[in-house]
């Protein structure tokens, strides 16, 4: 019998993972809802957003003020620009004063018209715990005319360097012209570059490769990992791990469809490391909504990372003209129990920890009740579903109790598996705690 090791990571329910036995229960995505954006001066393309402490920061792509459709330097006027905010919703442009457009300083622009650069400058804060604070944001950018990707470094996300003359990423058979998402990943302890490839004919589609680094300058052979569905080309994938489950992988792909206009709309799927993308959700994620401008082509984009903007939601930002989508957190699928209620089994597993964590929400006559079995599915004495304390509400740390005990300490290390028992109600992650 195989032991999972989850230790005291938080786990989500974006796939099957943990989970061995669904009975009157599912696993569900749940529907972002879009909200007003106020003030935002967010209106670009290949959008990415870092939440660098306290601040948000917001790198995309946009035009020369008065772009006139001509060709400057090789680059159709195409720029760089930031914004910030303190929480996520109100936007502000910082008064960089960086470079000269059109004679007069432009308040916002990093990279200018005459940067090749421009086009997908897609940056990332690296988290890696012995990162040099000259090297702590990073970015890959670069087309295939410019000879691939070029590696970019600064101590301030602001001011921008080369750290070669050559790109570090390169192939005859991909343009890189589609937004080129790079992080450092703690679960595989290396940078991870996912950028857009070519099926293998007769029917290629755009889809989606990625390659690994210890250094971020040598770069591993790409490994096309085609997650896509018949006819449906995926034009961007920004994958990134989840803020509270590094070990998870989020990716909120664009999905093209040149049969119908090029329309675009945003799908949904998971990685866990080096493993392929599991998809369990074949469908929108984020349809393209109201309005003729949203089914235009390639209309459909959204930033780089989800970053959370209260204690209890996320945040998506869609461009161009931005929008912001929220979530709660943790919340892009749940197991869900309906009126008639249901149970879930966990696969065997050792966590270490005290308590045990749930994210979870209920109707006034819902509930969950939890219990600890061993990993041949025998109760334990004292953590039977039967002496848990129900829980009902909504909340996003709630402790599990079994009469007057939340102490879990004396299973920590021995494998068990969990048995929710549920109705009318969402779980949508668990994690153990000391």
Not at 110 to 128: A, E, K, Q, V, Y
Not at 273 to 284: I, P, V
Not at 382 to 393: A, K, L, V
């Amino acid at each position: 019998m195989d032991i999972l090791r989850i230790d005291s990571k938080r786990e989500l329910f974006i796939d099957y993972y943990l989970i061995e036995k669904l009975d009157g229960t599912q696993i569900k995505l749940c529907t972002p809802q879009e909200q007003k954006l106020l003030g935002a001066p967010l209106r670009g393309h290949y959008m990415t957003i870092i939440q660098d402490g306290n601040l948000f920061r917001a790198f995309y792509r946009n035009y020369i003020p008065g772009y006139d459709g001509k060709i400057y330097d090789g680059n159709p006027g195409e720029i760089t620009c930031y914004a910030e905010s303190l929480d996520g919703l109100t936007w502000t442009y910082p008064g960089l004063k960086i470079l000269k457009i059109n004679g007069s300083y432009e308040n916002n622009v990093i990279l200018g018209h005459n940067s090749p650069f421009s086009h997908n400058f897609s940056p990332f804060l690296d988290t890696r715990q012995s990162v040099e604070p000259e090297f702590r944001y990073k970015a890959l950018a670069g087309i295939h005319r410019e000879g691939g990707l070029y590696a970019f470094a600064s101590n301030d996300g602001i001011h921008w360097a080369k750290m070669n003359d050559q790109p570090v990423i390169t192939s005859k058979e991909f343009a890189f012209d589609s937004q080129n998402v790079v992080f450092w990943s703690q679960c595989e302890n290396c940078y991870v570059c996912f950028f857009r490839s070519w099926s293998s004919p007769p029917n290629p589609l755009r889809t989606i490769s990625r390659t690994t680094s210890q250094d971020f300058l040598e770069w591993t052979e790409s490994i096309p990992l085609t997650p896509n569905e018949k006819k449906e080309h995926l034009y961007t994938s920004n994958t990134h791990p989840y803020f509270r489950a590094p070990h998870i992988y989020i990716a909120l792909a664009t999905r093209l469809f040149p049969d119908r206009g090029n329309s675009t709309d945003i799908t949904f799927m998971t990685a866990r490391g080096n493993s392929r993308y599991s998809r369990l959700f074949k469908g929108a994620f984020i349809r393209p909504g109201v309005g003729s401008e949203r089914w235009r082509d390639r209309a459909n984009y959204v930033a780089q990372n989800v970053v959370p903007t209260s204690e209890t939601e996320m945040s998506i930002y869609h461009g161009p003209g931005c929008r912001r989508y929220v979530l709660r957190t943790d919340g892009f699928t749940s197991v869900n129990a309906g009126f008639d209620g249901g149970t879930m089994v966990t696969k065997p597993f050792v966590f270490k920890g005290e308590k045990l964590e749930i994210n979870y929400s209920t109707s006034a006559g819902g509930y969950i009740v939890v219990g600890i079995q061993t990993p041949n599915g025998e109760s334990i004495p004292g953590y039977r579903f039967i002496d848990c304390n129900m829980s009902t509400g909504d909340e996003i740390k709630h402790y599990v109790s079994w009469g007057s005990k939340k102490n879990v300490k004396e299973l920590s290390g021995t494998p068990i598996r969990l048995m929710f028992v549920m109705a009318d109600a969402d779980l949508y992650s668990i994690q153990f705690k000391n």
